[in-house]
């Protein structure tokens, strides 16, 4: 058995770059998260990573991320203690206590909530995620692909308001009335979402996410340190496409049931003069046209870069002017079976298009 | 219509005379540590060559990195009150989190948290704690702190908290000054409180530096209105920098690129500025700045500001080189000081101008003192300086065509005569100064900050551009060169008929 290793500062840097990244825009800005964890770091507050191979079949895993629109979290950003809270909730409600926490969510500021809430409950945290990005809603999981059961469900807000979501029909529902909830509790919340035995986490997860993500901060660390492309060094290391790159000329943002929705709306520069490319999204990017037609939808990871520095751009950060790359990065297998595509392919968001992964090397 | 453009550097403060689009004079003072004795030495001088009426001056452009480098060098700030209303949220996260932890112990006066705050619906997240605030208020005056910095959670969709806890603060300590984050700043909390903080430390370095310019003004014999230059390239009057300092932060690399493209007429160009302390390299698109798109850091502060994307580094023309060894060069600098420590001018430092003249790149003070330096030392020296260069421009280079590069800054003789990527070195008239000239030519502004109601949003943001382009024209600019700037819509979903807060920033020259 591998031994866990500790997390150490350089770590979280990379990880707080690599999981924006991975975020495709939404997930949050990791920024905060970051802040809150240095300090808790500084605190002598270590966190030990966890191969997700190694969970006995039988172990009890929470999965934890806050829930809510990122521009929201950009004025009310984030708190470890009431996400430790949501955690405690569900084993007063279980009657049993965690052995180790699991992502929900490697995309975004969610890569932090569960260290977040480890360094004060000293658990460890399992290097795994049911995402592999970020994506909008609960029936978007690789639990939800692998027919696990929903619920329960905790939610804990900055008031100390706490839900238990006792059962639920399915994923749509869970997501349903979580959403309303976290409407209601303005748009933020800590959740604990259903508990996971060690198997369902090794079997139905997205393995090694965390490990990915510092990895992709540190390629782009590299080539910021000796002046190279850090968007190039990342599509080296990950097999990822360049798709576009242009200047931002209109950003349409709605803050409505939760979500961050909108589109945006990018001129070509250099070979792509006289191109528009226009990405919509629902707090992440979801689909990408190019002068109209469709060039990359979810679930290939669809990325804003700043074109000099590498930094992912969120979408609610994108703004008039910025000068951007538009990547895609491929996404884990499992998301884009059979199955996988009915809960995050493109009519899954509503759009009336059949995927077609970009990295097919096909034409649209 | 007749400009004078003055740039107060950290070295030099150089003043020009604009006519109708033409440099008439230029001159170049050495800054004085109190600054006002600079600048009036400065329009003396100009005043004289020129043989210029002071009272048929129209305007006058100040551009200064006067509240930088305060915040950079740590000198100068007020001890701040933070108070901030947004509790229980962000509780783990203060005011001063992520500054230096020496700047921070500087500014940091007190910190108060305070409930209260608006969700993004509007709804409040708890009600507003008056009585603390009014505690508070007492604090602060009892602390005996005279700024306070004032940030509540979503302050730009619903002000109401700040603006009662100004008005607080105003029956309690009428003295203090009071800046609220709405002011400054759009949606990310810890950023725009960051800028408000970043405000509140300069007030009084605004009060007594804008006074000093005021003053310079009056002893020169000139009555125009005075501005103060700001980030984006326009400017602001002198009250308004009085009360917005952190407005004028990047105004100086802003003035020194438009000014390139003005003397060069380039459109599309890099601009490196070789000034007395740094090097700055930048790049015209379109005769504009091309600008950061990433988060800015003031003297290590992350803001929400905009900025010419720049490359900035230690290397002047009173850049400090170590004499046993021609690849130690910098960062340290004789700045303003250059006059008297620099060898050629009897000093007993080897700077960067020391080896320029021993060069025979420029012509100053006394030749023979720097005689003695091997040529083998100074061709070391000089390559290793034009190496610094190179290596910058390449960074800030984005296209794979060779562009042109405009030199300019009194040290710009240490730019070589050709590099890699580059079509053309141009040296132009007036280099030195392109500082000034670019604040005399800072454009204006028309700005609307409105809620639209019962509109669609492509209505609501065309009228909003074409009431910012009426008021930019009212104040001065040519309608042909107006340019959209900014533009950014908030829904305010608590109040009815579809309501947008739309901003429109539109810019001109005048």
Same mark, same amino acid.
């Given at each position: 058995?591998?031994?866990?290793?500790?997390?150490?500062?350089?770590?979280?840097?990379?990880?707080?770059?690599?999981?924006?990244?991975?975020?495709?825009?939404?997930?949050?800005?990791?920024?905060?998260?970051?802040?809150?964890?240095?300090?808790?770091?500084?605190?002598?507050?270590?966190?030990?990573?966890?191969?997700?191979?190694?969970?006995?079949?039988?172990?009890?895993?929470?999965?934890?991320?806050?829930?809510?629109?990122?521009? +929201?979290?950009?004025?009310?950003? /984030?708190?470890?203690? #009431?996400? @430790? *809270?949501?955690?405690?909730? !569900? %084993? $007063?409600?279980?009657?049993?206590?965690?052995?180790?926490?699991?992502?929900?969510?490697?995309?975004?500021?969610?890569?932090?909530?569960?260290?977040?809430?480890?360094?004060?409950?000293?658990?460890?945290?399992?290097?795994?995620?049911?995402?592999?990005?970020?994506?909008?809603?609960?029936?978007?999981?690789?639990?939800?692909?692998?027919?696990?059961?929903?619920?329960?469900?905790?939610? +804990?807000?900055?008031?100390?308001? /706490?839900?238990?979501? #006792?059962? @639920? *029909?399915?994923?749509?529902? !869970? %997501? $349903?009335?979580?959403?309303?909830?976290?409407?209601?509790?303005?748009?933020?919340?800590?959740?604990?979402?259903?508990?996971?035995?060690?198997?369902?986490?090794?079997?139905?997860?997205?393995?090694?996410?965390?490990?990915?993500?510092?990895?992709?901060?540190?390629?782009?660390?590299?080539?910021?340190?000796?002046?190279?492309?850090?968007?190039?060094?990342?599509?080296?290391?990950?097999?990822?496409?360049?798709?576009?790159?242009?200047?931002?000329?209109?950003?349409?943002?709605?803050?409505?049931?939760?979500?961050?929705?909108?589109?945006?709306?990018?001129?070509?520069?250099?070979?792509?003069?006289?191109?528009?490319?226009?990405?919509?999204?629902?707090?992440?990017?979801?689909?990408?046209?190019?002068?109209?037609?469709?060039?990359?939808?979810?679930?290939?990871?669809?990325?804003?870069?700043?074109?000099?520095?590498?930094?992912?751009?969120?979408?609610?950060?994108?703004?008039?002017?910025?000068?951007?790359?538009?990547?895609?990065?491929?996404?884990?297998?499992?998301?884009?079976?059979?199955?996988?595509?009915?809960?995050?392919?493109?009519?899954?968001?509503?759009?009336?298009?059949?995927?077609?992964?970009?990295?097919?090397?096909?034409?649209? | 219509?007749?400009?004078?453009?003055?740039?107060?550097?950290?070295?030099?403060?150089?003043?020009?005379?604009?006519?109708?689009?033409?440099?008439?004079?230029?001159?170049?003072?050495?800054?004085?540590?109190?600054?006002?004795?600079?600048?009036?030495?400065?329009?003396?001088?100009?005043?004289?060559?020129?043989?210029?009426?002071?009272?048929?001056?129209?305007?006058?452009?100040?551009?200064?990195?006067?509240?930088?480098?305060?915040?950079?060098?740590?000198?100068?700030?007020?001890?701040?009150?933070?108070?901030?209303?947004?509790?229980?949220?962000?509780?783990?996260?203060?005011?001063?989190?992520?500054?230096?932890?020496?700047?921070?112990?500087?500014?940091?006066?007190?910190?108060?948290?305070?409930?209260?705050?608006?969700?993004?619906?509007?709804?409040?997240?708890?009600?507003?704690?008056?009585?603390?605030?009014?505690?508070?208020?007492?604090?602060?005056?009892?602390?005996?702190?005279?700024?306070?910095?004032?940030?509540?959670?979503?302050?730009?969709?619903?002000?109401?908290?700040?603006?009662?806890?100004?008005?607080?603060?105003?029956?309690?300590?009428?003295?203090?000054?009071?800046?609220?984050?709405?002011?400054?700043?759009?949606?990310?909390?810890?950023?725009?409180?960051?800028?408000?903080?970043?405000?509140?430390?300069?007030?009084?370095?605004?009060?007594?530096?804008?006074?000093?310019?005021?003053?310079?003004?009056?002893?020169?014999?000139?009555?125009?209105?005075?501005?103060?230059?700001?980030?984006?390239?326009?400017?602001?009057?002198?009250?308004?920098?009085?009360?917005?300092?952190?407005?004028?932060?990047?105004?100086?690399?802003?003035?020194?690129?438009?000014?390139?493209?003005?003397?060069?007429?380039?459109?599309?160009?890099?601009?490196?500025?070789?000034?007395?302390?740094?090097?700055?390299?930048?790049?015209?698109?379109?005769?504009?700045?091309?600008?950061?798109?990433?988060?800015?850091?003031?003297?290590?502060?992350?803001?929400?500001?905009?900025?010419?994307?720049?490359?900035?580094?230690?290397?002047?023309?009173?850049?400090?080189?170590?004499?046993?060894?021609?690849?130690?060069?910098?960062?340290?600098?004789?700045?303003?000081?250059?006059?008297?420590?620099?060898?050629?001018?009897?000093?007993?430092?080897?700077?960067?101008?020391?080896?320029?003249?021993?060069?025979?790149?420029?012509?100053?003070?006394?030749?023979?003192?720097?005689?003695?330096?091997?040529?083998?030392?100074?061709?070391?020296?000089?390559?290793?300086?034009?190496?610094?260069?190179?290596?910058?421009?390449?960074?800030?280079?984005?296209?794979?065509?060779?562009?042109?590069?405009?030199?300019?800054?009194?040290?710009?003789?240490?730019?070589?005569?050709?590099?890699?990527?580059?079509?053309?070195?141009?040296?132009?008239?007036?280099?030195?100064?392109?500082?000034?000239?670019?604040?005399?030519?800072?454009?204006?502004?028309?700005?609307?900050?409105?809620?639209?109601?019962?509109?669609?949003?492509?209505?609501?943001?065309?009228?909003?551009?074409?009431?910012?382009?009426?008021?930019?024209?009212?104040?001065?600019?040519?309608?042909?060169?107006?340019?959209?700037?900014?533009?950014?819509?908030?829904?305010?979903?608590?109040?009815?008929?579809?309501?947008?807060?739309?901003?429109?920033?539109?810019?001109?020259?005048?």
């Amino acid at each position: 058995m591998a031994k866990p290793r500790p997390m150490t500062d350089a770590d979280y840097e990379a990880l707080a770059l690599g999981a924006w990244i991975l975020g495709t825009g939404g997930g949050g800005d990791p920024y905060h998260s970051l802040l809150e964890m240095r300090t808790l770091a500084r605190e002598g507050r270590t966190v030990w990573l966890l191969d997700p191979l190694d969970l006995e079949d039988d172990a009890l895993v929470a999965v934890v991320g806050q829930m809510g629109a990122p521009l +929201v979290i950009q004025e009310k950003m /984030t708190d470890a203690h #009431v996400m @430790a *809270e949501t955690i405690r909730l !569900m %084993e $007063r409600h279980l009657g049993r206590r965690f052995t180790a926490i699991a992502l929900w969510e490697i995309g975004g500021n969610n890569a932090f909530q569960p260290f977040l809430a480890a360094a004060l409950l000293d658990l460890p945290v399992v290097d795994a995620d049911a995402m592999g990005r970020a994506f909008p809603q609960a029936d978007m999981t690789t639990f939800a692909i692998c027919d696990l059961p929903s619920y329960p469900w905790t939610m +804990v807000d900055i008031r100390r308001n /706490t839900i238990v979501f #006792v059962e @639920a *029909e399915d994923w749509y529902w !869970m %997501e $349903r009335m979580t959403r309303k909830a976290c409407t209601v509790f303005g748009s933020v919340a800590a959740t604990c979402k259903a508990p996971r035995t060690g198997r369902e986490i090794k079997e139905c997860t997205i393995l090694h996410t965390v490990s990915k993500a510092i990895r992709i901060g540190h390629v782009v660390q590299h080539a910021r340190a000796r002046h190279g492309d850090p968007v190039a060094a990342l599509l080296a290391s990950e097999g990822g496409l360049r798709l576009f790159h242009g200047k931002v000329t209109d950003v349409y943002r709605r803050t409505t049931e939760g979500y961050l929705r909108g589109s945006a709306e990018i001129e070509g520069l250099q070979e792509d003069r006289g191109s528009t490319f226009v990405l919509d999204f629902q707090n992440e990017f979801v689909i990408g046209r190019q002068d109209g037609t469709v060039r990359v939808t979810a679930p290939d990871l669809i990325c804003v870069l700043d074109s000099v520095s590498g930094d992912a751009i969120g979408t609610e950060t994108l703004r008039y002017g910025q000068r951007v790359t538009v990547v895609a990065l491929p996404a884990p297998p499992l998301l884009v079976s059979e199955k996988g595509l009915q809960h995050v392919g493109p009519r899954a968001f509503g759009y009336d298009v059949n995927f077609r992964s970009v990295f097919d090397g096909a034409a649209w | 219509m007749r400009h004078v453009g003055i740039d107060v550097g950290g070295t030099n403060t150089d003043a020009v005379l604009l006519e109708r689009d033409q440099v008439l004079f230029s001159v170049k003072t050495p800054t004085t540590r109190d600054v006002t004795s600079g600048v009036t030495r400065a329009l003396d001088d100009l005043l004289r060559t020129s043989r210029a009426n002071p009272a048929q001056i129209d305007a006058v452009m100040i551009g200064t990195t006067h509240f930088t480098n305060a915040v950079v060098q740590r000198q100068g700030l007020t001890p701040v009150a933070a108070i901030r209303i947004g509790l229980p949220a962000a509780r783990t996260l203060e005011p001063f989190v992520d500054w230096p932890p020496d700047l921070a112990r500087l500014v940091r006066g007190r910190i108060f948290l305070l409930r209260g705050g608006h969700e993004v619906d509007g709804r409040p997240i708890v009600p507003f704690d008056r009585v603390a605030m009014r505690r508070v208020a007492r604090e602060v005056r009892d602390a005996g702190l005279r700024s306070v910095g004032v940030t509540s959670a979503f302050s730009p969709l619903d002000p109401s908290c700040e603006e009662e806890a100004r008005a607080i603060l105003r029956e309690e300590c009428p003295d203090a000054a009071v800046t609220v984050s709405h002011d400054l700043g759009r949606i990310g909390l810890l950023a725009r409180e960051n800028v408000t903080l970043l405000n509140a430390c300069l007030i009084d370095l605004a009060r007594a530096t804008t006074r000093a310019f005021t003053r310079a003004l009056e002893a020169s014999g000139i009555r125009s209105a005075l501005y103060l230059t700001q980030n984006d390239g326009t400017v602001m009057r002198a009250d308004y920098a009085e009360a917005f300092p952190v407005y004028s932060f990047a105004s100086g690399p802003t003035n020194s690129m438009r000014g390139a493209a003005f003397l060069s007429g380039a459109t599309h160009a890099i601009v490196v500025d070789v000034g007395g302390t740094t090097c700055d390299i930048g790049c015209l698109r379109n005769g504009f700045p091309r600008e950061a798109n990433n988060v800015i850091h003031v003297g290590g502060v992350r803001t929400l500001f905009r900025m010419p994307d720049l490359l900035s580094f230690g290397l002047g023309g009173g850049t400090l080189i170590d004499p046993a060894d021609p690849s130690r060069i910098g960062p340290r600098s004789v700045g303003y000081e250059l006059i008297e420590r620099a060898r050629v001018f009897g000093g007993s430092e080897l700077t960067a101008t020391d080896v320029g003249v021993a060069a025979g790149l420029i012509e100053l003070g006394d030749r023979d003192r720097v005689a003695a330096l091997p040529a083998s030392f100074v061709k070391a020296t000089l390559a290793r300086i034009h190496a610094m260069i190179e290596e910058g421009v390449d960074r800030m280079k984005s296209d794979a065509a060779d562009l042109p590069l405009i030199a300019v800054g009194g040290a710009s003789f240490l730019i070589p005569d050709g590099l890699p990527g580059i079509s053309e070195v141009i040296t132009v008239p007036h280099h030195a100064v392109a500082n000034a000239v670019g604040a005399a030519i800072a454009q204006v502004s028309g700005e609307v900050d409105q809620i639209f109601q019962n509109m669609s949003r492509d209505d609501a943001i065309a009228e909003a551009r074409r009431v910012a382009a009426e008021r930019a024209v009212s104040a001065g600019a040519d309608p042909a060169t107006l340019e959209a700037i900014e533009v950014e819509d908030l829904p305010l979903a608590y109040l009815p008929g579809n309501s947008l807060r739309v901003r429109v920033r539109v810019v001109g020259d005048i």
